[in-house]
Nanobody
Framework: QVQLMESGGGSVQAGGSLRLSCSAPGYIIGGYCMAWFRQAPGKEREGVGIINVDGSTIYGNSVKGRFTISKDNANYTLYLQMNSLKPEDTAMYYC????????????????????WGKGTLVTISS
C-alpha cells in the first residue's frame, strides 16, 4: 500500500510563511506527477499545483506567485513553500500522486490522482 504523509501544517498570521512536506516512496516521487490539493470547510477540493516528472510546474490561480512546489527525489520528499499567506489559504492540505502527466493544477486530464495523503491542517489568522 502506497503511503503519502504530509507534515508541516500549523497556525500562522496573515503575511507569514509555511513549508509543507510530503514523504512518499522513491518510485512515486521520481516517477509520478506530484500534486498539492486543499479543501477548506464547506468548500470543494481545489488543486493548488503540480510538479511533473520533468520538473514542470503548474499552479492554481489563487496561489500563483505566492506558493512554490518542489521535490527532492533523493530524499523522497515533495514540498510546498507558501509565502504571503492569507486567511483564505486556511484549509486541509493534501499531497497526491498521479501516474499520468499532469496538464493542470488539478492533475491529469483523465483518471485523477492515484494516491493521496491524509492531509495536514493550515490555519491563517488575520
Amino acid at each position: 500500500q502506497v503511503q503519502l504523509m504530509e507534515s508541516g501544517g500549523g497556525s500562522v498570521q496573515a503575511g507569514g510563511s509555511l513549508r509543507l512536506s510530503c514523504s512518499a516512496p522513491g518510485y512515486i516521487i521520481g516517477g509520478y506527477c506530484m500534486a498539492w490539493f486543499r479543501q477548506a470547510p464547506g468548500k470543494e477540493r481545489e488543486g493548488v499545483g503540480i510538479i511533473n516528472v520533468d520538473g514542470s510546474t503548474i499552479y492554481g490561480n489563487s496561489v500563483k506567485g505566492r506558493f512554490t512546489i518542489s521535490k527532492d527525489n533523493a530524499n523522497y520528499t515533495l514540498y510546498l513553500q507558501m509565502n504571503s499567506l492569507k486567511p483564505e489559504d486556511t484549509a486541509m492540505y493534501y499531497c497526491a500522486a498521479a501516474a499520468l502527466y499532469c496538464n493542470g493544477a488539478a492533475g491529469p486530464p483523465v483518471g485523477g490522482m492515484n494516491y493521496w495523503g491524509k492531509g495536514t491542517l493550515v490555519t491563517i489568522s488575520s
